[in-house]
């Protein structure tokens, strides 16, 4: 995977830090700063955004302004703006919106389903069919997210074969994309490269996308292992941000430029826009009012050297 021998298959990031990542501030990002901030990452060269989220300002008032941001946008021709969605009605505002796909996510574990959607993971599941009807027929994509896929702070690991049941009622729904998430940060590189493995028997590549959080500090990690098992699609979030408020001790997603400056380096194309994030992912303090996880942006490059010290 160095790019030197041969060319390394390329790496297709989905950023999710205005959705993922804001959720949980308690600080209100500005609806004109979210919509900046999104241009400007279309700018870096995001294929995919997953923009906001149409649940109820009351659950999630962080996000309260979705429909706003979406009519804000300056759309880049050839990026995918996403949305979560927990329901027929917040689908129907998604279209309205104009989004091109809509995520839903289910956990495999019955306490975090219950604790994160106030149901069972079958009721979340027997719901997807009533959004299914809703944007059927719209052009909009859609993508299904497993959550806890590889651990529930609850429960603990997750079986592979209760997982990949799971996914096959997604398909089975008609349901285009499937994300595995590690909603906690549990999964190991170990467990990821299995459960990858399996999962792309019946999901092609180009509709896999694997999701981790680096609250244990495996968060890279994972990804290299998933991409050495196949997987090609990784969400991730500028500056590290987010965590789910549902997963006691959870911390932010794998950090966005930290993660393209590790595919830099091994000569794993992105299509992306080092400088840019790093960038953006410096500013992110001031919208938010607090340090981000990310490194490199504090960092710098391995490239960018150092003047020699003086003597002494």
């Not at 981000?292 to 504090?298: D, M, R």
């Amino acid at each position: 995977m160095t790019g030197t021998a041969t060319k390394a298959s390329p790496l297709l990031i989905q950023e999710v830090a205005t959705r993922d990542g804001f959720q949980i501030e308690p600080v209100f990002v500005a609806t004109a700063d979210k919509i900046a901030l999104i241009d400007a990452l279309s700018g870096a060269g995001f294929s995919r955004i997953e923009v906001s989220s149409f649940v109820s300002p009351k659950a999630v008032p962080a996000l309260r302004d979705a429909a706003e941001v979406f009519a804000g946008l300056n759309r880049r021709p050839g990026t995918v703006y996403v949305a979560l969605v927990p329901n027929p009605k917040g689908a129907e505002r998604a279209l309205a919106a104009r989004v091109d796909e809509v995520n839903l996510v289910a956990s495999v574990s019955e306490t975090h389903n219950r604790a994160n959607m106030g149901m069972s993971p079958a009721a979340s599941i027997e719901g997807f069919s009533s959004i299914m009807e809703t944007v059927r027929g719209s052009g909009v994509s859609t993508n299904a997210t497993v959550a806890t896929a590889f651990g529930c702070p609850f429960e603990g690991e997750q079986p592979a074969d209760k997982v990949m049941r799971q996914v096959e009622r997604y398909l089975a729904l008609g349901i285009e994309g499937v994300t595995l998430a590690d909603t906690t940060g549990m999964a190991n590189p170990r467990q990821v490269e299995r459960l990858v493995a399996r999962a792309l028997t019946i999901v092609p590549a180009e509709h896999l996308t694997l999701h981790f959080h680096n609250t244990r500090g495996l968060g890279l990690a994972n990804v290299l292992a998933a991409y050495g098992a196949g997987a090609r699609r990784f969400d991730a979030a500028l500056g590290g941000l987010g965590g789910c408020p549902f997963a006691p001790g959870a911390t932010g997603n794998i950090c966005t430029e930290d993660l393209v400056s590790m595919a830099y380096e091994m000569g794993i194309e992105t299509g992306l826009d080092l400088d840019a994030l790093i960038g953006l992912a410096r500013d992110l303090p001031r919208l938010i009012g607090h340090d981000v996880p990310g490194q490199v942006a504090k960092a710098g490059r391995p490239s960018d050297l150092h003047p020699v010290p003086a003597a002494a």
